[in-house]
């Protein structure tokens, strides 16, 4: 049974700070992605990582992969107050079964 | 981007009422998914679809049932709501393919009482 183990799960931090979210999963998978919710809204996506060693940014976020230690990273740099929400991690099923497993999420708040 | 629907938005109903969750796309993606989210919490997947005529089960156990009968069209049905069902439903569509990334629709809150 794939499970996906997302550290930490609630995190504050000030602006200006780097942090970095960790995301574990249990069995192999060909397939990473993360996912923002805002509170109260649908899920929006951010990046899709599909081999060892992918590396993808966008503006303040990095997000990596490392399939041989089932690990991905977002990486968050001089954070702003607009980064605020939960982030999602999700690793496909495999195994001939379509759909994604999530994470528990990461509810990060940033203070000014 | 996909473009993705739910509705309703939010449905407080009683215990014992049928109900459906319409979920409809317009990018023609093959792929639908069905979500449950609790407040906070992470997803759980509870029905996919392949395509027309096409409905597995997920993770989750669930006692609702879904059809794909149009591609752009993945309805969830519960026959008899019960307060177990309150939580959020998650649409959800993609193409096909490795790099299939999903796309979610805005969600319906439904409360049983």
């Known amino acids: 049974e794939l499970k996906v183990e997302q550290n930490p799960l609630f995190l504050s931090m000030q602006e200006g700070k780097n942090y970095t979210i960790y995301c574990n999963y249990s069995t192999t998978s060909d397939r990473l992605y993360w996912y923002r919710q805002d509170p109260g809204k649908s899920l929006e996506s951010l990046f899709v990582l599909l081999s060892n060693g992918a590396v993808k940014q966008e503006g303040r976020l990095m997000a990596s992969l490392d399939t041989k230690a089932r690990l991905s990273t977002l990486h968050i740099t001089a954070a702003v107050h607009d980064l605020s929400a939960t982030y999602f991690c999700?690793?496909?099923?495999?195994?001939?079964?379509?759909?994604?497993?999530f994470g528990k999420g990461t509810h990060l708040i940033i203070q000014p | 981007e996909a473009d993705i629907y739910q509705t309703p938005r939010y449905l407080v109903i009683g215990t014992g009422k049928k109900i459906t969750l319409e979920c409809s796309q317009t990018m023609g993606h093959d792929k639908m998914y069905w979500y449950q989210q609790d407040p906070g919490m992470e997803l759980h997947l509870i029905h996919y679809?392949?395509?027309?005529?096409?409905?597995e089960k997920g993770d989750l156990s669930s006692e609702s049932t879904v059809s794909r009968i149009r591609t752009e069209h993945f309805p969830l049905t519960l026959e008899s709501a019960r307060p177990s069902h309150t939580s959020q439903y998650l649409c959800a569509s993609s193409e096909s393919g490795r790099a299939d990334t999903q796309y979610f629709g805005p969600g319906t809150r439904l409360t049983v009482l």
């Open positions: 999700a690793v496909g099923r495999g195994g001939g079964a379509d759909g994604l497993t």
């Open positions: 679809s392949y395509g027309v005529n096409s409905t």
